[in-house]
Structures are given as C-alpha cells and as structure tokens.
C-alpha cells in the first residue's frame, strides 16, 4: 500500500501546514458582542505612525481627534473653536499670548498634563530632524526658523517663542500680530504629549497615549484599535457608549456587505457605487451633510500661457462653462454641493462662508462664458487639459463631464479633455515641481474650520500649498490687515474682501464642497458628523446595552 | 541528477537579481514616495528632504538598487511608511496569505481531482457534459464577479457566511474567499484530470486490473488515478505561487489582511520598501515552486534528468 502511505505524508504535511500558520490568530478577535455597548466602526489603516504633528489624513486624524483634547475643540455642531484644556488664552497686542490650563488635568496613563506637555510637544513637532510632516503649523511661532531652517541643520532645538511659567502656564511669542492664531490650537498637531513619548517613543508609537475622551486598549497594526472611555478625562465630550473597536476593511465595498450583514456599526466611508440604493439599503440610517473639503480645478499661473494679460477673463469664462448642479446631481447622487465660494458651508456665515460674494462667476451661463473667453483672448492653443489622477476616487466621470460642459459651450468637442495620471503621488510631484502646463484638479481638506485655512495656504504668495502659484501683492497686503485685526469680526471681513479678489483673479476654479457620508447598523443610534466628517464616536449609543 | 539541480539553482541566481531590479525601477517610476505622504498638500522642502535623506532616496536609482540589495541579504526589508518594518508587515501578511492559499489549494484538488474523475469515467454522457459546461462557466466569468456575486448572496442576503474576513483570519471564513480563489484553477484540475482519466480508462493496466476480479474501487483509486494524476500533480504545483499572487483580488474583496491587501496599500501609498520587499518574496516563492517542479520532472522522467 505505498499510495496510501504517501497519501497519509501528505494529509500529515498539508494538517502541519495549517496548524503552524493558524498560529497567532486566536484570541486577538475581539469582534464585539450583541450587547457589550461597543461601537464597531469601519477604519482604514493610518498612513503615518500616530504621532499628531506627523498624521495628514482623515483616518489618522479621527484616532487623534478620540484620544485628545487640545487647548480648544471646534465645536461638533457649529465648528466654533471653544476653549477645553485651556482655562484662557490672553494677549494684549494680538503676537503675545498667555495660555493657562485647567487644573488637574491627567493622560489616560494617570501623569498630569502640565505646560511642559503642550511646550515640549510643540517644540518636538517643529524640530526638523524629526521629521513631522505638519511642522509647518509652528511657522507662527517666534524661533520657528532656528529648529526648522530652509536648508541646513537647525541650530536650536527649541523656538525661543515657547516659554514655561509655572506648571499650568506658558507663553506664546509669535512673529507678528496674528489675532486668530488660538482658534487654530483645536488642530490636533498642537495636542500635548506625555512623558513616555519622549522616553520610550516605540512604545508611545505602538498604543498612543492622549488626554482625550478614550484611551486605547489595543492596537493592532493595520487590523484593528479598541478604544474604551478614558477614566481621567474630564472634559464636555464624554463617551456614551462603552467603547468603540475600529476595524480595518481591505475595502469600503466590503464594509458595506458587512454593515449590511450586520458585523459592522458605523461606515463613514460609504462606497460610491451604493450611493444610489444605500438610503434603501439601510432603511434610512444613512446621513450626507457638507464636510470642510471643497475641490477646485487649478490653473497653473508659472506657465506664461495662462497667467498672460487678459487670461483671467478666460478663466472666469471657464468658471462659468460649468454646469455645476447637474454634474453633482448626475455624477455624485447628490454627494457634492455646488460651489459658492472659496471655503466651506462648515464654517457658517459668521465664520467666513459666503453665498454672494462670488456674484455671478461660479454661476453656469454659457453665453456670457462664450462672450469672456473670446474676450481674453481664448484658450491658450484653442486646446487644455484637466489632471488628474487615475488611482483613486472618481475622477474621471467628473473630469470628463466638465470638460464635455466646457466644450458644449465653445461648440468645440476638442477644447477640453481629461489628462490622467497613473498615481496620486507622481500627480502630485508633478504639481510639486511645478511642471503642470494645464489646469488640474485639486481638493483642499481644512486643517480647522477657520476661513484663513482656506484661502492664506492656498492663494497667499509663497503659501504652503499655493498650487497654482498664485501672487497677487492686493490679497497678500489684506491677508496681513487680516491677520492683525484685533477681534474675529473683524478679520473675517477683511479675509472676505481678500477672498473677493479670486473671483476676478479665478486662480483656480471652486467646483463644488464635498459632503461627509456615513451609514449605520439598526444596532446603533445618535450618528452625527463633525465638520470634519469624522463620526461624533462619543455621542453614538448602542441600543439595548 | 546533482548536476542538474545545481544549474538550476545557479539559473535561479540572474533570474532573481532580474525581476527584483524591474519591480524596482517600475515601483521608483510611479512617482515621488514623499510627494504622497503630505497627501493633498504640498510639501514643505526642508522637512521633505530630510525625510529623503533618511529614506536614502536621495541617491541614483542604481545606487539604491545596491543599498536595497545589501539590506535584503542582512534581512533588512526597510520600514512602512506606518513606521512598521517591512519584514514585520510580511510575518502577518505572509501565514494569513498562506493559509488563505491552502484552503483554496485543498478545494482545487479535492473538488477539481473529484469532477475531473467523475467526468472522465463517464465520458461522453451527461455528468461529463455538465462538468464540462460547468469549468467553461467558471474559467470564464472573472474573479472579482464570482467573489462580489457570491459574498453578495452568501454573505449579504442568505447570511450563510460571513461577507467579511474577520480579524486574524480563522479558518471558518476562509472557505468562502478560498472558494473563489480556487475556482478558476479548479476547472483546469478538472479538465487535466478528465482527459488523462478518460485516456487511462482504457489502457492495458486498467483492463488487467479489471479482468483479475479486483474490485471497482481499488481498480479506479489505485490503478486509474493514480497513473492519471502525473501531470495534474505538476500543474498543482506550480498553481501554489499563482495562487498566492492572485489573492490579491480576492483579499481585497473578502477583508483578507494578507500578502495581496499589503501590496495594495504599498503601492496605494507610494511606499516603495512594501512593494519591491513583499515581491521579492513573492519571486522567490515562485522560483522555489517552479524548481520544486522540475526536479519532480526529473524524478519522475528519468529522461529529463540526463538531457
């Protein structure tokens, strides 16, 4: 009987197999239950490791946004900046600011929250060698060009800006006159670290430790985080539920099968193609609400073709080629609302946002668009492009409908067509190097729901991310007035009449704001979206727990 | 037959250093890794070139190929952009993969050797005309559409499996997404088995056996079977390394955290290390397959061995 011999070696063989890659698998699947109170909700894998001054996107940034409480928080509803582990911050001539925190305020690891926290967590996140992907938050502070200089080696480790006083206070000296400049401290780069950060930052990187509403339980790379209420936090956003258990989905398509099947709570990543039916799908538990993230089409200004005289009168004519309501209407189901302006609906009309001050150059009129276009002399070649990356998100329906709108109002089916990139990140270098010579797509997620975010970064002269290398010494010289003006009001007027100036200059294209989507299981109630679109996790309830 | 093994290892050599210096060169032409960590944003100089710096990007492709060479031999794959080391990434990614590629290959033979048999042995009449019609169907549709169709139904409406892998991948909920994953191979095994069963059926051996008054069972497992199986067990084989490099669509489709879902998001973020470090794995497991195979050639077929 060989045959059955080796039939048995290899049975034996292939068991051995499994049982050793079985291995590890056990016990780590803590699914959540029917009825233990924790919120299951969809997560993708951070990009950075979870330190604040290093994580850029969303999915880092709502992990963040659980386990700490900054000096202010914008408001869930209003995304009004309110003051939280700060009792007051004071300044008398709008560049010294004076930051007292409350007292008794600890990390989920029991140590005290202290001025050293917020200082030397500040100082590290600017210190170049460190590497942070969002130094440049700490520009405004005075010194900031001493641990993070242009070129070369820093030649200080700390921004003489950033002085202890005692245990609760510090100092803030910035640059010059920046009135707003508190309101920026709810962005999470500007969250406190505890001591063990600095001592034992692996450890720190493997369960991230905060001041926040939760603290993490466990952390498993790129497969899950449970995160359960933080018994020191004292705070105004006390969880509601027991916990919450991020998972990590290869794919939204499949969070949604798993929503549906009822594994999964809460998705906020609702997939494009289930747009359609997800209100039917869910019996209505699904919510889509405008979120601080609007998409423009930027004009590349360093090539002489498009920034010659007369030019802006083309791109204000190409401005109102698009057919905007019906593009968000055909191709986002609705997911996308019209543009109206250069910021967000997020930020409300006290904070900036505006539906008039456009006047009619974001509205679709095809003969007057005819009519600027042929004034401003055409478009360069009588021929453009629109970039974009083929990769990710849907760029190339809407690309391809705005182009077909523009060509259907020149009568020309060969004026516009789309340009795709294989991969976000040769798109962008691209746009780094400044080597586009067409108009591309662009898309600006705020940092904080304050109109400065949406318009200094983008358009100011040399700004951090001034795409469309923009200048124009009229919008710079308000920006400034802006920044100095001594009370919000105030400088959100003078923002706006900076703001005003796009619309003639039209250095890139506002389309339309994106929303924030999420659906949720029978098993859960009370899903709302901050102006971020990061689910509310403390408010969310399970039921029957 | 030591010969032969050792030129076909020392082939394994330039073949190794060729693949490995494409996928590099191709995963550097994407684009700039450090573009695409600041996401939308642009960049800030100072900082970006340090990250390049430490990343030793700031070197000539060659020069890099050379320094990524030298880490691999010490067993340094570089780090995620996550800040996890690669070789940490591939010890999870890799089991789950694995096991993920066992069930689907002990489906294949089980369920392809079965019909192929059955096919075979009645050749000709309706079992054999429905396995026939039945791989056609299955070679035909692609993976992504049996795999979205049957977590749809399966998982979604009829709530017979779970549409989602949960985590750590136990076993139960790898049938599914092994299912899928074996199909397209299946109907292969299927035909392969068929055809050499169907021939076999009538050689000298088999009307020996059945002429001795040996029973049916024994006739068709020992003396039919296992004479028809040579080429199917190769085909097997060598189907090992497919499989492992084709889930990566069913990975993405089922929630695998595996081999597949880590090469995604390597390339998805730009991250070079994920990507070159996970195919060089990738390659070598398909050369260790494909030489494993041809030295059961030669085992097999003494003829092989002396060419």
Redesign the interface.
Known sequence: MR?AKSAKWVVGA?VI??A??????????S?GGSNDGIVRAWWG?????LEPANT??VQGGKVLDMIFMDLKEYDSTTGAAKLEAAQSITTNDQQNFTIKLKPNLKFSDGTAVTAHSFVDAWNYGAL??N???N??FFEDIEGYDKV????GQPTAKTMSGLKVVDNDTFTVKLNQKFSTWPDRLGYKAFAPLPKEFFTDHAAY?NKPVGDGPYKIVSY?????MKLVPNPYYTGPSKPKNKGVLL?????S???Y??L??G??DVLDDVPAEDLSHVKSDLDGRYLNQPAGINQTISFPLNQKAWNAPGMDKVRVGLSMAIDRKTITQKIFQGTRTPATDFTSPVLGAAGGFSSDLAGDSLTYNPAKARELIKEGGGIPGGHMTIGYNA??GSHKEWVDAVCNSINNVLGDNKACVGAPT????????Q??NGEMTNPFR????MDYPLIDDFLT?QYATGG????AHYSNPKFDALIKQADAAPDAAKATALYQQAEKLLFTDMPAIPLWYQDGQAGWSSRVSNVTENSFSFPVYTDITVNNS | MGRYVVRRLLQMVPVFIGTTFLIFVMVYA????V?????????????A???RH?LYLDHSLPAQYVHYMKQIFTGNFGTA????PVTQ?MG?AF??T??LT?VAF?IEAVVGIGLGLLAGMRRGRFADNGVLVFTLLVVAVPTFVTG?LL??FL??KW?VA???V??????GDLILPGLVLAAVSLAYVARLTRTSVAENARADYVRTAVAKGLPRRRVV??HLL?NSLIPVVTFLGTDIGGLMAGAVVT???????GVG??L??G????NPPTVVGFVTILVIIFLAANLLVDLLYAVLDPRIRYA
């Not at chain 1, 498993?220 to 899950?224: A, D, R, Y």
């Not at chain 1, 951090?464 to 795409?467: A, L, M, P």
């Not at chain 2, 390339?267 to 730009?270: G, T």
């Open positions: 045959g292939a197999g499994l050793a890659t079985a291995c590890g698998s056990g016990g780590t699947s699914a894998d951070p990009q950075n490791p850029t996107e170049l060698t590497k942070q992907l130094a440049y993070h200089p242009d070129s990187l498993t790379k790129g497969s899950s998972k990590v989905y290869t794919s398509e499949t969070a099968a798993d549906q099947a594994n999964l990769d990710s294989g991969t976000f990140a040769d798109f962008r270098n746009i780094t662009a898309g600006w997620q970064p951090s991310s001034n795409d | 994407l684009g700039d890794p573009a695409a960590m600041f996401g939308d944003k642009t960049p800030d100089p100072a900082t070139a340090q990250i430490a952009a996550t800040g996890q990434l999870t089991p789950v694995l096991r066992l002990a979205y977590q749809y998982g979604v709530h779970n549409p989602a949960a985590e750590g991948a136990p076993i497992t020992v296992r990975e993405r489709i089922f929630n695998v955290h879902y880590q995604y998001q390339i998805l973020r730009e």
